[in-house]
């Protein structure tokens, strides 16, 4: 528990407001995703509730709502909305939620895995067909499709990890080709990558 700036009132570390006053409160050092939202710490989420979370916190804590507060609370309102965006942004995507759960559990996910050579073989071949399809205007469904059927073994594979021990080194293999599928498929369907 932590005390309220304004009132004194106790709150949870993870309140971004004051239950007693209402106050845009600090953040704290290494927020939880989850806590943020007031969801469980779980893989399986229901994205509507999350969506609908996010929205009802953004408008409570949006920076024009204190354009006349003190400026200590103004800064604390962009510093909340900051990191409401980027709970919103994790906990939307499969792999990133994925890795802030394995986080949570003092699991450091490495940035620099090291890829098997029969995967990255597997990955310019898939980038050699995408650019062969795109230049002959063939349909990228198929191959999107394919894609499509790794990713989600992949995604089954980190929620049964999840689900019991972890193994560090496989959850990072794991979350490696989910980036890697998250990828490819934003190009053959014409996103922006965000990771």
């Known amino acids: 528990m932590s005390k309220c700036w304004s009132c004194a009132g106790d709150r949870a570390a993870s309140d971004p407001l004051c239950p007693a006053c209402g106050k845009v409160q600090p953040p ?6 989850f806590a943020l939202l007031g969801l469980k710490r779980v893989y399986d989420i229901d994205l509507a509730q999350v969506e609908e ?7 409570k804590l949006h920076p024009d709502r204190f354009a006349r507060a003190p400026p200590k609370e103004r800064r604390f309102s ?8 980027d709970a919103w942004r994790t906990l939307r995507d499969p ?18 895995v090291t890829m ?24 990228l469904d198929a191959l999107a499709q394919g894609v499509r059927e790794k990713r989600d073994a992949a995604m089954a594979e980190v929620r049964t990890l999840l689900q019991g021990e972890v193994d560090p080194a496989r959850a990072a293999d ?3 080709k989910m980036r890697y599928y998250a990828r490819y498929l934003d190009e053959v369907e014409g996103r922006e990558a965000e990771i």
């Open 78 to 85: 962009l510093e909340q909305t900051t990191l409401l965006n």
């Open 174 to 176: 794991l979350l490696a």
């Open 116 to 139: 098997s050579p029969e995967f990255l073989e597997q990955t310019l071949e898939d980038r050699e067909k995408l650019m062969d399809a795109k230049l002959s205007g063939e349909p």
């Open 28 to 33: 704290g050092a290494a927020p939880d995703k």
């Open 53 to 59: 979370r996010y929205r009802a916190l953004s408008r």
């Open 95 to 112: 792999a990133r939620r994925a890795e802030h759960l394995l986080e949570l559990r003092g699991v450091k996910v490495a940035t620099d």
